[in-house]
């Protein structure tokens, strides 16, 4: 599989590292989740490319990005994902995002509701409290330290432990994670997300409830994939955002988990194109 070439850009002193498929249509922009970068849309990018103008950028602190030393909340995320729309001339995008992605899209559309024209929330954070244990035990001074310390059998078993198939992990995918979030420096800011959004409580609802409580303003239409079999978000979470984003449609893939996009990737691209292009889905 070709893989799209690596772009920077600046955006402020933030050198940040994307890719850029795609020469018609309207923009898309992918905005990945925890831990992870543009790579994880190396099996979508191409395809909705055909039809779009696709942007899939390493979020601040993540993958090949600059990892500057402030505190990662989702609403400077949201707006250094502007800054990144406005320093590549994009007005106007669909925004598609996967777990933090998610909640990262979601505060756009809370922040910059102009800029943002449909919106796909695949498995997102930001919809609930309930996280898994081992997350919010990551929250707490230097046991989080200690369980982000380098390994590559713990990046494979956290990645294994993210799909329905762990054979869909590939050695190249452990690897690549195990060198962005150890050797490039992105597990500090994995840390720093966790005890910003969340405690050993579960998700704080200072970073929560202004967006659940806005769910019911978000006028765009907007796409709900979720997997059924996510260990991380529970489907009664997606479930809660169809009832209240009042142009929502909710798609649960059967026997996958929290990453469609990668495990399921033909028809998650099928649904996605299918969204863009304006035809209607069922709820």
């Keep these: 599989m070709k893989m799209p070439q690596d772009k920077y850009i600046?955006?402020?002193?933030?050198?940040?590292?994307?890719?850029?498929?795609?020469?018609?249509?309207?923009n898309v922009v992918l905005i990945h989740g925890l831990g992870a970068s543009a790579d994880i849309w190396m099996h979508n990018?191409?395809?909705?490319?055909?039809?779009?103008?696709?942007?899939?950028?390493?979020?601040?602190?993540?993958?090949?990005?600059a990892k500057p030393d402030v505190k990662y909340a989702p609403s400077y995320m949201a707006a250094f994902i502007n800054e990144f729309m406005t320093a590549l001339d994009i007005k106007h995008a669909c925004l598609v995002g996967m777990s933090l992605g998610g909640g990262v899209a979601l505060q756009c559309v809370m922040q910059f509701p102009g800029n943002v024209q449909r919106l796909v929330l695949v498995d997102s954070a930001g919809l609930g409290r309930e996280m898994p244990l081992a997350m919010r035990l990551a929250t707490i001074p230097v046991l989080g330290e200690l369980m982000l310390s380098?390994?590559?059998?713990?990046?494979?078993?956290?990645?294994?432990?993210l799909v329905y198939d762990?054979?869909?992990?590939?050695?190249?995918?452990?690897?690549?994670y195990y060198e962005l979030n150890f050797a490039q420096g992105a597990a500090k800011t994995v840390l720093s997300v966790l005890r910003t959004c969340a405690t050993i409580l579960g998700g704080r609802a200072d970073v929560l409830d202004p967006v659940i409580k806005n769910l019911d303003n978000i006028k765009i239409p907007t796409l709900i994939i979720w997997g059924r079999e996510d260990r991380l978000f529970p489907v009664r979470q997606a479930r809660f955002a169809r009832e209240k984003i009042p142009d929502s449609h909710l798609?649960?893939?059967?026997?996958c988990g929290h990453m469609p996009n990668f495990e399921r990737p033909e028809e998650f691209n099928s649904m996605v194109l299918n969204f863009l292009d304006g035809q209607s889905l069922h709820s």
Excluded at 51 to 62: C, E, K, T
Excluded at 166 to 175: E, M, R, S
Excluded at 251 to 255: D, G, K, S, T, V
């Design 251 to 255: 798609h649960i893939f059967e026997r």
């Design 166 to 176: 762990p054979a869909v992990i590939t050695d190249d995918l452990i690897d690549l």
């Design 45 to 65: 990018i191409s395809a909705i490319a055909e039809g779009y103008r696709v942007y899939a950028p390493d979020l601040v602190g993540f993958g090949r990005s």
């Design 150 to 161: 380098p390994s590559r059998a713990g990046m494979a078993f956290v990645l294994k432990h």
């Design 10 to 26: 600046k955006i402020g002193d933030i050198n940040t590292r994307y890719w850029a498929e795609g020469d018609k249509g309207s």
